[in-house]
């Protein structure tokens, strides 16, 4: 990641769920890039506390559950509050579980309605909040972490696949009608993170089929938002960083 050269000093990012895996590669790659950086998780508060300390003085953790309306507008809140402006939102938070597509009854209300409640709604009510607060900087931005389950028929479940396929339509949506705040999403495929630690078998599969012959790691993606946050003109883009793996699915 490049070293800051004071262009983005000043200014402040959020990364929703950023105590671990692609959140926690971005905002290290965020704050090398002179961003004060705001990390967030609904748990791990500890790890998410010990990681804001790493990346400076200036940086801090706020501990709130996109999932729960007024968590997620709290945590907006507290951020202008504390760090005075936000420039740009970093929407990772997300949850999922691995059931087959054709298990309609391991697919529970329970999980469908957990699913949607926290990738689509409260990645929608932090964006919402967020959105008066980015008008008043320069070159605001919101860069959206979905997946290639959202772009294709695959995914850790059909609940999840629909999540991030309303991500990527509410990217293009918001580039529409919001500028000049720019909006983008980046859409992986399978990464290693603390989350799929246990997911043997897809990576396995994964690592067999991809051009590239390995899955992905955090910091791939993290580059990918890097460049969605740098990129002046970037707006409506949805990234995909897969390894071509969906070009041969």
């Known amino acids: ?12 990012a959020l990364v929703t769920g950023s105590s671990s895996g692609i959140g926690a590669a971005t905002a290290r790659a965020l704050s090398a890039a002179g961003f004060t950086v705001v990390v967030n998780s609904v748990q791990s508060v500890e790890a998410g506390t010990a990681l ?15 999932a729960d309306r007024e968590s997620a507008r709290g ?15 970093v929407n990772n938070a997300g949850w999922t579980t691995a059931i087959r597509h054709d298990d309609l009854d391991g697919l529970t209300d329970e999980i469908f309605e957990r699913t949607i ?15 008066p607060h980015l008008r008043k900087g320069t070159d605001p931005s919101v860069t959206t972490i979905t997946s290639v389950a959202g772009l294709r028929p695959i995914g850790s479940s059909v609940a999840y696949a629909m999540s991030k396929a309303a991500l990527n339509h509410m990217t293009k949506l918001l580039a529409k009608s919001y500028g000049p705040i720019r ?35 955090p910091e791939d993606q993290a580059h990918a938002v890097l460049a969605c946050v740098t990129n002046t003109y970037m707006s409506g883009a949805i990234l995909t960083i897969d390894g071509a793996l969906t070009q041969v699915l």
């Open 1 to 12: 990641m490049p070293d800051s050269d004071g262009t983005y000093a000043g200014r402040v």
């Open 52 to 66: 804001a300390a790493e990346l400076g003085p200036e940086s801090i953790y706020v501990q709130a559950d996109i």
């Open 75 to 89: 945590l907006i809140d507290e951020v202008v509050e504390r760090c005075g402006r936000l420039d740009v939102l």
């Open 117 to 131: 409640r926290t990738n689509v709604t409260g990645t929608w009510t932090v964006t919402k909040a967020a959105i």
């Open 183 to 217: 909006f983008n999403a980046v859409a992986p495929g399978f990464v290693d993170t603390p989350w799929t630690e246990s997911w043997t078998a897809q990576r396995a599969a994964v690592e067999a089929a991809s051009p590239l012959g390995r899955s992905s790691v």
